[in-house]
Nanobody, 130 residues
Framework: EVQLVESGGGSVQAGGSLRLSCTASGFRFGDSDLGWYRRTPGNDCELVST???????TYADSVKGRFTISHDTAKNTLYLQMNSLKPDDTAVYYC????????????????????????WGQGTQVTVSS
């Protein structure tokens, strides 16, 4: 069974830090493209960061210089280190993985990305107060 389980969310004041974790099982984590999305209180989905299987990374302009994506393949875990948090970072954060199969999760939390990533976590809430 494929599982992605996020943890590490919480409530912090602006300027604080959090580290999100996403532990994976049931698929070839080390060969997959990985990503973090967030869904805002207004229900907008944003691609926050990606980590491709070759090790390259991308970041949304809104988080560049503040967030860092990484993974530990020995632990099958994806991370998102979030520093200098702002109230605009308040959202539910989801990890996602693309194993390159034809599987589509039509219940993915970000409908626009259902064909980009095969698997999705359940989400973890991040709340940043001013």
């Amino acid at each position: 069974e494929v599982q992605l389980v996020e943890s590490g969310g919480g409530s912090v004041q602006a300027g604080g830090s959090l580290r999100l974790s996403c532990t994976a099982s049931g698929f070839r984590f080390g060969d997959s493209d990985l990503g973090w999305y967030r869904r805002t209180p207004g229900n907008d989905c944003e691609l926050v960061s990606t980590l491709v299987s070759d090790g390259s990374t991308t970041y949304a302009d809104s988080v560049k210089g503040r967030f860092t994506i990484s993974h530990d393949t020995a632990k099958n875990t994806l991370y998102l280190q979030m520093n200098s948090l702002k109230p605009d970072d308040t959202a539910v954060y989801y990890c996602a993985a693309d194993e390159g199969t034809s599987y589509v999760n039509h219940n993915a939390p970000c409908p626009a990305a259902v064909y980009e990533y095969n698997y999705w976590g359940q989400g973890t809430q991040v709340t940043v107060s001013s």
